[in-house]
């Protein structure tokens, strides 16, 4: 299951879907457009998709290296957020010795 979770979770698999979609449903964005989402898919058109079907063992390295790569993108993007934390901390701490005169500004 954790292989055709993957394959769910899929952009690129979501916007194929989304073209199968019969209906419309509109929604307001946070911008205040209305955006238009294709709701249900029949059963039929949901058969004739076709599924890769590795062996077992091939699934479980797949879903293994997506995981192992989940995780290093993961570290990455908490690293750069302390980074950021770290530099806005800094520029606080900057303009606030500018300020009270504590660093001389040139």
Known sequence: MPFYEQIFLNAGFQRGLLRLGKGILIKLSGTGQLN?????ISTDDLKGLLF????QDE????VKYI???NVKIDNGIAIKERQ???????KTSLI???????IKVI
């Open 36 to 40: 238009t989402i294709r709701m249900k």
């Open 67 to 69: 995981s192992e790569q």
């Open 84 to 90: 950021i934390a770290a530099l806005k901390e800094y």
């Open 52 to 55: 890769p079907t590795p062996p």
């Open 96 to 102: 606030n010795s500018a300020v009270t005169g504590k």
């Open 59 to 62: 699934q479980q390295e797949i």
